[in-house]
T-cell receptor, first 113, second 115 residues
Framework: QKEVEQNSGPLSVPEGAIASLNCTYS??????FFWYRQYSGKSPELIMS????GDKEDGRFTAQLNKASQYVSLLIRDSQPSDSATYLC?????????????FGAGTRLFVKA | NAGVTQTPKFQVLKTGQSMTLQCAQD?????MYWYRQDPGMGLRLIYY???????DKGEVPNGYNVSRLNKREFSLRLESAAPSQTSVYFC??????????????FGAGSRLTVL
């Protein structure tokens, strides 16, 4: 079982719709959770972080965390063509060498104009 | 990608050749990471370094060595390149802060092809 799992997609939504991206993780002691966005040919960039159960909103983005279910999601409201990218779910875990971040395989999102 | 410089940006190697990917930062961060990214595989951690002089294995360390001789630089070496190491390599930094609150800043990436 992968430590962080995401549907690879592609997920296709029309412009203005809500895009829903999901992620599950296997290590129950994980404390920090992130969503990174990666445009084709570019490096990943952080768009959301969440550390406690519940919802966290930032503009059109809402991250949701349920530690009991080991589930993290990202909602993008009023999706725009510029949101078309790969979205990477990431989880922090502590190891003997310090904290390290483990990524899921990413979900490709296409927003159709 | 200000603050994180990766070199080279592109490289083509023949099987068995060696090379070193360089990562340099000007952000005075302690923790540095090397990831590789392959289609459909997301980012996989190769090695990381919590501080100058320390390194630890990540998810896929085989075939790689790293060096963190000073705080500023973290290098990744392929001693005998194999076609399976064809990938895009990213260096990343993690600023010090709240425990566990890693937020990674990535370099622009190095695209390596092994023939």
């Amino acid at each position: 079982q992968k430590e962080v799992e995401q549907n690879s997609g592609p997920l296709s939504v029309p412009e203005g719709a809500i895009a829903s991206l999901n992620c599950t993780y296997s290590d129950r002691v994980s404390q920090s959770f992130f969503w990174y966005r990666q445009y084709s040919g570019k490096s990943p960039e952080l768009i959301m972080s969440i550390y406690s159960n519940g919802d966290k909103e930032d503009g059109r983005f809402t991250a949701q965390l349920n530690k009991a279910s080991q589930y993290v999601s990202l909602l993008i409201r009023d999706s725009q063509p510029s949101d078309s990218a790969t979205y990477l779910c990431a989880v922090n875990k502590f190891d003997t060498g310090g904290f390290k971040t483990i990524f899921g395989a990413g979900t490709r999102l296409f927003v159709k104009a | 990608n200000a603050g994180v410089t990766q070199t080279p940006k592109f490289q083509v190697l023949k099987t068995g050749q060696s090379m070193t990917l360089q990562c340099a930062q000007d952000m005075n961060h302690n923790s540095m990471y090397w990831y590789r990214q392959d289609p459909g595989m997301g980012l996989r951690l190769i090695y990381y370094s919590a501080s100058e002089g320390t390194t630890d294995k990540g998810e896929v360390p085989n075939g790689y060595n790293v060096s963190r001789l000073n705080k500023r630089e973290f290098s990744l070496r392929l001693e005998s390149a194999a076609p399976s190491q064809t990938s895009v390599y990213f260096c990343a930094l993690n600023p010090p802060g709240v425990s566990g609150a890693n937020v990674l800043t990535f370099g622009a990436g190095s695209r390596l092809t092994v023939l």
